[in-house]
């Protein structure tokens, strides 16, 4: 095995050194900061990366992985295998990991992630023998095979899932939680026929195939048309390709003291100076990113693990601490114990970003100038926020994911809103379960309104990168089958038929209704005092290189800047 390929394989435990920055194109943006996380001491599940070179490679011979990467990947999980005293494919003592993508830049939702690789008929009863939950087993089991033939194969989600509504309907169930081991082992049962019917094979019971396969599928989703439109809204053609993050699972659909969440160190809409947080109990992560299904706030988590919660506000200082910054990060508690997946830098409203840039700067987390640094994109003169004054019951509420007010036709797909668009109508998109697959019309949206998902899904966060007015989870709400209507609340509603969301109440109105405008003064003339004794600094500083000198070399007026 060559040094070169040696050279693009990187560890992730607690032994691994912080990684240097020039790192972050190799490895990307998720491993990158789990390696820092784990060199903190904090809880990151052992694992390894493959760089954007085998993406780049993968691309470059036909969408085909590298002769020797099922050699490498081989010879890396056993490293796992040591850390975690597991086997992967092991008859007794089953390892079962995690694939996930990761850019330079963070590109959250739209890449592919696989859970659960390495369980197959041969490996599950030795699962349920080292887990003694065979719940668990099942549950895992029936996860893996649905979304590894979304993902690696691209079938529809569509039979599937008319499985899982038959299995609920024998078990008189309302949704998945509810179903017991036996249950759960029928539907198993049933996913595998669905699975080869859909396919045209079995699913595979090889682990190192399902490892090959998973990793194929996310550097195959670099090219997808959600990832490759998302960089080009947001300036990213110039990223080498994802990297492959490969750790051993952790488990927050363990029942008991189990779960998984996503959190922010502050709130992402507003910027006040909170733990902002969507917890599932008895979930893997994908539950909650996703949006679909039932989601408790912090207060929540609270009540259920106080112990947990306290260790969980430990930890989000550390990570504002380590990071200088307001992080978006999920976690996962498996029987009591906690476990980070991963932290980045959180996306957040104009707003919001203004008034944290003020509180970092005033705590002492960071100074003045990387607080105006942090505002440099935002347009601080344009900066308001709007209240909605209706005068008017609302049709029916929403949970608000990013604050505002916006009206404009009702547009229920993408292509409508983009139509809507195109006429100088920028409209609300309104959809039953919004995905990051709706990235093209939430751009060109006024707002969005979907019955399911959570403010913490993976639609949300971009929503308040893009700075769209967000309700999710209005339950009144429901499309017709044939995406021409909606009912919200009593109300039907045809597409062009105009609403105003309300962001901060979450109400949703008929018709355009009035609003008012707030402007974030006080933190406007701080960051005006401070752009202004910044000025009046650089003026008095003495001049050590001439005109043609400085015009040549700006980075000496930067290295001035940072004496201020």
């Known amino acids: 095995m060559s040094d070169k390929n040696e050279a693009r394989l990187f560890s992730i435990d607690r032994d691994t050194a912080a990684p240097a920055d020039t790192l972050l194109p190799a490895?990307?943006?998720?491993?990158?900061?789990?390696?820092?996380?784990?060199?903190?001491?904090?809880?990151?599940?052992?694992?390894?990366?493959?760089?954007?070179?085998?993406?780049?490679?993968?691309?470059?011979?036909?969408?085909?992985?590298?002769?020797?990467?099922?050699?490498?990947?081989?010879?890396?999980?056993?490293?796992?295998?040591?850390?975690?005293?597991?086997?992967?494919?092991?008859?007794?003592?089953?390892?079962?990991?995690?694939?996930?993508?990761g850019a330079a830049a963070s590109m959250p939702g739209m890449m592919d992630t696989l859970l659960n690789i390495g369980l197959s008929d041969r490996t599950l009863p030795g699962f349920v023998a080292l887990t003694g939950n065979p719940r668990l087993a099942w549950d895992c089991y029936r996860r893996l095979i649905q979304s590894f033939a979304e993902t690696v194969h691209g079938v529809a989600a569509a039979p599937f899932d008319a499985a899982?509504?038959?299995?609920?309907?024998?078990?008189?169930?309302?949704?998945?939680?509810?179903?017991?081991?036996?249950?759960?082992?029928?539907?198993?049962?049933?996913?595998?026929?669905?699975?080869?019917?859909?396919?045209?094979?079995?699913?595979?019971?090889?682990?190192?195939?399902?490892?090959?396969?998973?990793?194929?599928?996310?550097?195959?989703s670099w090219e997808s048309p959600r990832a490759i439109?998302?960089?080009?809204?947001?300036?990213?053609?110039?990223?080498?390709?994802?990297?492959?993050?490969?750790?051993?699972?952790?488990?927050?659909?363990?029942?008991?003291?189990?779960?998984?969440?996503?959190?922010?160190?502050?709130?992402?809409?507003?910027?006040?100076?909170?733990?902002?947080?969507?917890?599932?109990?008895?979930?893997?992560?994908?539950?909650?990113?996703?949006?679909?299904?039932?989601?408790?706030?912090?207060?929540?988590?609270?009540?259920?693990?106080?112990?947990?919660y306290g260790e969980l506000r430990e930890v989000t200082q550390k990570l504002e601490s380590a990071f200088l910054d307001v992080q978006d990060f999920e976690f996962t508690i498996e029987e009591g114990k906690l476990f980070?997946?991963?932290?980045?830098?959180?996306?957040?409203?104009?707003?919001?970003?203004?008034?944290?840039?003020?509180?970092?700067?005033?705590e002492g987390l960071?100074?003045?100038?990387?607080?105006?640094?942090?505002?440099?994109?935002?347009?601080?003169?344009?900066?308001?926020?709007?209240?909605?004054?209706?005068?008017?019951?609302?049709?029916?509420?929403?949970?608000?994911?990013?604050?505002?007010a916006a009206s404009g036709p009702i547009a229920l797909s993408n292509e409508a809103a983009e139509l809507f668009a195109k006429e100088g109508k920028p409209p609300i998109l309104v959809r039953e379960d919004t995905v990051t697959a709706d990235i093209a019309g939430m751009a060109v949206a006024a707002g969005i309104l979907t019955a399911r998902g959570g403010r913490t899904s993976h639609a949300s966060v971009v929503a308040r990168q893009l700075n769209k007015v967000c309700l999710v989870g209005?339950?009144?709400?429901?499309?017709?089958?044939?995406?021409?209507?909606?009912?919200?609340?009593?109300?039907?509603?045809?597409?062009?038929?105009?609403?105003?969301?309300?962001?901060?109440?979450?109400?949703v109105y008929r018709a355009e209704v009035a609003v008012s405008e707030e402007r974030p003064l006080a933190e406007l003339a701080k960051v005006a005092a401070w752009r202004a004794a910044k000025a009046a600094h650089h003026e008095?500083?003495?001049?050590?290189?001439?005109?043609?000198?400085?015009?040549?070399?700006?980075?000496?007026?930067?290295?001035?800047?940072?004496?201020?």
């Open 340 to 362: 980070l997946l991963q932290t980045r830098r959180a996306k957040r409203t104009p707003w919001a970003a203004l008034r944290i840039a003020v509180d970092l700067a005033e």
């Open 27 to 101: 490895v990307g943006n998720k491993a990158f900061n789990l390696m820092r996380l784990a060199a903190l001491g904090l809880p990151v599940p052992p694992g390894f990366v493959l760089s954007t070179d085998f993406c780049r490679e993968f691309a470059a011979a036909g969408h085909r992985l590298a002769a020797r990467l099922p050699e490498l990947l081989a010879k890396e999980i056993r490293r796992v295998e040591r850390a975690s005293g597991l086997l992967f494919g092991d008859k007794y003592r089953p390892l079962l990991v995690s694939v996930r993508s």
């Open 474 to 507: 209005c339950e009144a709400l429901a499309v017709a089958a044939d995406g021409r209507s909606c009912r919200i609340g009593g109300e039907r509603l045809q597409e062009g038929d105009i609403v105003t969301l309300d962001g901060e109440g979450g109400g």
């Open 229 to 308: 439109e998302y960089r080009r809204l947001n300036g990213l053609d110039g990223l080498a390709g994802t990297a492959v993050t490969i750790q051993r699972m952790v488990f927050g659909n363990a029942g008991g003291q189990s779960g998984a969440g996503v959190g922010f160190t502050r709130d992402p809409a507003s910027g006040e100076k909170k733990l902002y947080l969507d917890f599932a109990a008895n979930a893997q992560g994908e539950d909650v990113v996703s949006g679909r299904c039932g989601l408790t706030r912090a207060d929540g988590l609270e009540r259920l693990m106080p112990d947990l």
């Open 164 to 220: 899982v509504a038959e299995a609920l309907g024998r078990a008189d169930a309302a949704a998945l939680p509810e179903l017991d081991t036996l249950s759960l082992r029928e539907l198993v049962r049933a996913l595998l026929e669905v699975y080869a019917d859909e396919v045209g094979e079995p699913f595979p019971q090889d682990p190192a195939e399902q490892l090959e396969a998973a990793t194929e599928a996310v550097f195959r």
């Open 366 to 404: 960071v100074t003045r100038e990387a607080a105006l640094a942090q505002l440099a994109s935002v347009d601080l003169d344009k900066l308001a926020r709007r209240h909605v004054h209706a005068g008017q019951p609302p049709l029916a509420r929403g949970v608000p994911a990013s604050l505002g």
């Open 540 to 564: 008095t500083l003495p001049v050590t290189v001439d005109e043609h000198h400085r015009a040549l070399a700006p980075s000496a007026l930067l290295h001035l800047d940072r004496s201020a």
